[in-house]
């Protein structure tokens, strides 16, 4: 498929394109500039894919949770070129993608996202879960200490995110493994586009929403 997939739910943003299994990708560290960057990276992007608008089948956002600002932001960007070009939307969710991404092997994957100050969502995966595609939606809320607590008490769990400042420390000594989530970017999405755009039908990809998991609350920390 010839699909075009967006990634900005939080610490960074990218944009690729795939051209018949060709893939092109740009990326820019601050996705709070997602408003300003967005549209240019997409055309960026299509031209250095050499690959037409026309041409694409679908595209692919990641869709949450994350950043409420950054989410709302990435969702209409996609809605908009989906719709202005009649082509199918295709939702992947953030934190089991993250996991799935994961370059090595892992018994069990918690994948690690920030929500508003002090906050963070996280989600425990299986690797049998992740490559079976049959992925659950448990995804907590808590602290620090929540996230730290629930790794100590997987033996030889991975513990995936971008820029856990808080958190890295604290999980010295609980046997937990960090990886810092830089190979996750909007190239991850495809296989899982794919796979998801085969189960769906028309009237599910017409009503995707962000999976924003909160209400957003001015001047509450992190967007």
Same mark, same amino acid.
């Given at each position: %498929?010839?699909? !075009? @997939?967006?990634?900005?739910? #939080?610490? #960074?943003?990218?944009?690729?394109? %795939?051209?018949? /299994?060709?893939?092109?990708?740009? $990326?820019?560290?601050?996705?709070? =500039?997602?408003?300003?960057?967005?549209?240019? !990276?997409?055309?960026? &992007?299509?031209?250095?894919? /050499?690959?037409?608008? $026309?041409?694409?089948?679908?595209?692919? &956002?990641?869709?949450?949770?994350?950043?409420?600002?950054?989410?709302?932001?990435? %969702?209409?960007?996609?809605?908009?070129?989906?719709?202005?070009?009649?082509?199918?939307?295709?939702?992947?969710?953030?934190?089991?993608?993250?996991?799935?991404?994961?370059?090595?092997?892992?018994? =069990?994957?918690?994948?690690?996202?920030?929500?508003? =100050?002090?906050?963070?969502?996280?989600?425990? #995966?299986?690797?049998?879960?992740? @490559?079976?595609?049959?992925? +659950?939606?448990?995804?907590?809320?808590?602290?620090?200490?929540?996230?730290?607590?629930?790794?100590?008490?997987?033996?030889?769990?991975?513990? &995936?995110?971008?820029?856990?400042?808080?958190?890295?420390?604290?999980?010295?000594?609980?046997?937990?493994?960090?990886?810092?989530?830089?190979?996750?970017?909007?190239?991850? !999405?495809?296989? +899982?586009?794919?796979?998801?755009?085969?189960?769906?039908? @028309? @009237?599910? !990809? $017409?009503?995707?929403?962000?999976?924003?998991?909160?209400?957003?609350?001015?001047?509450?920390? =992190?967007?």
């Amino acid at each position: %498929m010839n699909i !075009l @997939a967006i990634e900005c739910t #939080h610490a #960074h943003l990218s944009v690729a394109v %795939m051209n018949a /299994g060709v893939v092109t990708e740009v $990326q820019r560290p601050d996705w709070k =500039k997602a408003a300003e960057t967005l549209v240019p !990276l997409i055309e960026q &992007v299509m031209t250095e894919s /050499g690959l037409k608008r $026309q041409d694409l089948q679908a595209i692919a &956002v990641s869709s949450g949770p994350g950043s409420f600002t950054s989410l709302r932001i990435g %969702m209409s960007v996609a809605k908009g070129v989906a719709y202005g070009l009649g082509l199918p939307l295709i939702p992947v969710p953030t934190m089991p993608a993250m996991a799935a991404s994961l370059p090595e092997t892992a018994g =069990k994957v918690m994948a690690v996202v920030p929500s508003r =100050k002090g906050e963070y969502y996280y989600a425990i #995966h299986t690797q049998e879960n992740l @490559a079976s595609g049959l992925w +659950h939606d448990e995804i907590e809320r808590g602290s620090a200490a929540d996230v730290v607590d629930l790794a100590s008490k997987s033996a030889g769990i991975v513990v &995936v995110g971008r820029g856990l400042d808080e958190i890295i420390p604290l999980l010295a000594g609980s046997g937990a493994v960090y990886r810092e989530a830089d190979f996750f970017t909007a190239r991850s !999405l495809f296989p +899982h586009a794919q796979r998801l755009f085969a189960d769906a039908d @028309a @009237a599910e !990809l $017409q009503g995707v929403t962000p999976d924003y998991r909160q209400m957003f609350t001015p001047n509450a920390g =992190k967007g």
